[in-house]
């Protein structure tokens, strides 16, 4: 069984739109958890962490379900340069990575 | 200074070449990594090192060889590659081993071995 599970999409939603990414992983003594947005030939960025409290950043709402272990990313009014592959990341011992979800965001 | 700098940026070897990637940082992490990615795929890990010490190997072909020789740097030496390693070479940082904080990547480094 993978460490993290992520639906790869793609994704193709209109400008404007809202769009929810999820994941889960395997290790119920992860640490962190985090959403990094990768652009094409780039190489990932933070996008956000993310606490069990749940955080919000601008149009971007990250909330952890550690009982469900399942994590997830909310995009709202998406924007064509939100365009990119994000990818689910869970700290243990080491950095696991999802296989990313595919957005293209449509004029 | 939040950054990872890798260079080069581009690389092309051939088969029986010797080359050597490097990756610096400057935030005083302690644990540095190399992962290796392929097209449309996640990054995939290789090594992680922990206090200048290798902590983790992930079955890496001794082809690939990483070298860590202060808490700034960190090289991957390349010996007699194959084609299919050809890929985007990603150093990352990280405050410490099992902190909570996240990793910082480079831009990476493009290879085709030819």
């Known amino acids: 069984r993978k460490e993290v599970e992520q639906d790869p999409g793609p994704f193709n939603v209109p400008e404007g739109a809202t769009v929810a990414f999820n994941c889960t992983y395997s290790?119920?003594?992860?640490?962190?958890f985090f959403w990094y947005r990768q652009d094409c030939r780039k190489e990932p960025k933070l996008l956000m962490s993310?606490?069990?409290s749940g955080n919000e950043d601008g149009r971007f709402t990250a909330q952890l379900n550690r009982a469900s272990q399942y994590i997830s990313l909310l995009i709202r009014d998406s924007k064509l340069s939100d365009s990119a592959t994000y990818l689910c990341?869970?700290?243990?011992?080491?950095?696991?990575f999802g296989t990313g979800t595919s957005l293209t965001v449509i004029p | 200074d939040t950054e990872v700098t890798q260079t080069p940026k581009h690389l092309v070897m051939g088969m029986t070449n010797k080359k050597s990637l490097k990756c610096e940082q400057h935030?005083?992490?302690?644990?540095m990594y190399w992962y290796k990615q392929k097209a449309k795929k996640p990054p995939e890990l290789m090594f992680v090192?922990?206090?200048?010490?290798?902590?983790i190997n992930e079955s890496v072909p001794s082809r690939f060889s990483p070298e860590c020789p202060n808490s700034s740097l960190l090289n991957l030496h390349l010996h007699a590659l194959q084609p299919e390693d050809s890929a985007l070479y990603l150093c990352?940082?990280?405050?410490?081993?099992?902190?909570?904080?996240?990793?910082?990547f480079g831009q990476g480094t493009r290879l085709t071995v030819v």
């Open positions: 990352a940082s990280s405050q410490e081993p099992l902190s909570n904080t996240e990793a910082f």
């Open positions: 290790n119920s003594a992860s640490q962190s």
């Open positions: 993310v606490y069990s």
């Open positions: 990341v869970v700290h243990g011992n080491q950095f696991y």
């Open positions: 935030m005083g992490h302690r644990a």
């Open positions: 090192y922990s206090y200048e010490k290798l902590s």
